[in-house]
């Protein structure tokens, strides 16, 4: 079945880069997503990347996705405390109806 | 306007009231979805309406009713909920279920507790 996996915490100091990893399992997904959620929050669409592409730059962020080994990574260059947040990678379902979310991965930025 | 507008943001109720979320978005899409998200979990697909149709129904229990009255509005109806049905409840839209540009966007979420 389809499945995404991420590590669930990550602590970085404030200015460095941050790097979130993500697998997935359905190598038909057409796009892949990073939703970024902050306290008591809906989620926020960060970016997205076509499954066609490799890299995709977007200001701060970088997504980099290897559709051999379907891993997909966001990094956030100089990380700013408002970036602490939960990170979920989220793929189409099979079928394409719907978005299946990693478990998220906590982002915590400190001064 | 890439805005998904949820009401209300908080919500106490009781086991055997009868309350209603909702859901709005003027973005010209035509696939609506309601998502559960507990507490330091993932969101979980509950339903996903297409053209005002509901496509996709994830066994969610019949205490939960999704209603479209037309491709803005989304509701969900809740009637005689339990305890364990306190959590975030996310509404989404995109501009059709399936195929390119898929993409979604998310309300704020209606925060329920159920007492």
């Known amino acids: 079945g389809e499945d995404v996996e991420q590590s669930l915490f990550l602590s970085v100091r404030e200015g460095d880069s941050s790097v979130i990893n993500c697998t997935y399992t359905d190598s038909s997904s057409t796009y892949l997503y990073w939703y970024k959620q902050e306290p008591g929050a809906g989620l926020q669409l960060l970016t997205y990347?076509?499954?066609?592409?490799d890299m995709k730059q977007d200001q701060r962020l970088t997504v980099l996705l290897n559709k051999k080994d379907k891993h997909l990574s966001l990094r956030i260059a100089d990380t700013q405390t408002g970036d602490s947040a939960i990170y979920f990678c989220?793929?189409?379902?099979?079928?394409?109806?719907?978005?299946?979310f990693g478990k998220g991965t906590t982002l915590s930025v400190s001064s | 306007d890439t805005e998904v507008t949820q009401t209300p943001k908080h919500l106490v109720m009781g086991m055997t009231n009868k309350k209603s979320l909702k859901c709005e978005q003027h973005m010209g899409h035509r696939a609506m979805y309601w998502y559960k998200q507990k507490a330091k979990k993932p969101p979980e697909l509950m339903f996903v309406y297409s053209y005002e149709k509901l496509s996709i129904n994830e066994s969610v229990p019949s205490r939960f009713s999704p209603e479209c009255p037309n491709s803005s509005l989304l509701n969900l109806h809740l009637h005689a909920l339990q305890p364990e049905d306190s959590a975030l409840y996310l509404c989404?839209?995109?501009?059709?279920?399936?195929?390119?540009?898929?993409?979604?966007?998310f309300g704020q979420g209606t925060r329920l507790t159920v007492v």
């Open positions: 990347i076509f499954s066609n592409m």
């Open positions: 989220a793929e189409e379902s099979e079928a394409g109806t719907a978005l299946i």
């Open positions: 989404a839209s995109s501009q059709r279920v399936g195929g390119m540009n898929t993409e979604a966007f």
